[in-house]
């Protein structure tokens, strides 16, 4: 994946747990655990803005782009004829 998901990091520099981070954010705790453990694939604005608001982080706190490893080219393969 090219993003890397950094909320669990920034709840352990905050030492915020799902409930306090629930409450600060309005959000379910149990909505909080899923976007803990599973980065998600769409993120609204206001998610976002609430998250960085309630651990005083910047958006580029939570989310980092990660560039895919370059694959090697191998040879280009000769056809076989038969």
């Given at each position: 994946?090219?993003?890397?998901?950094?909320?669990?990091?920034?709840?352990?520099?905050?030492?915020?747990?799902?409930?306090?981070?629930?409450?600060?954010?309005g959000l379910?705790?149990?909505?909080?655990?899923?976007?803990?453990?599973?980065?998600?694939?769409?993120?609204?604005?206001?998610?976002?803005?609430?998250?960085?608001?309630?651990?005083?982080?910047?958006?580029?706190?939570?989310?980092?782009?990660?560039?895919?490893?370059?694959?090697e080219q191998?040879?280009?393969?000769?056809?076989?004829?038969?």
């Amino acid at each position: 994946m090219g993003i890397e998901w950094r909320l669990a990091g920034q709840m352990a520099k905050q030492g915020m747990n799902y409930r306090r981070l629930g409450l600060a954010t309005g959000l379910h705790p149990n909505t909080i655990s899923k976007l803990k453990h599973k980065p998600p694939l769409r993120l609204e604005m206001a998610t976002l803005m609430r998250l960085c608001e309630a651990l005083d982080c910047q958006p580029g706190d939570l989310l980092a782009y990660c560039a895919e490893p370059q694959l090697e080219q191998s040879e280009p393969q000769q056809p076989q004829g038969g």
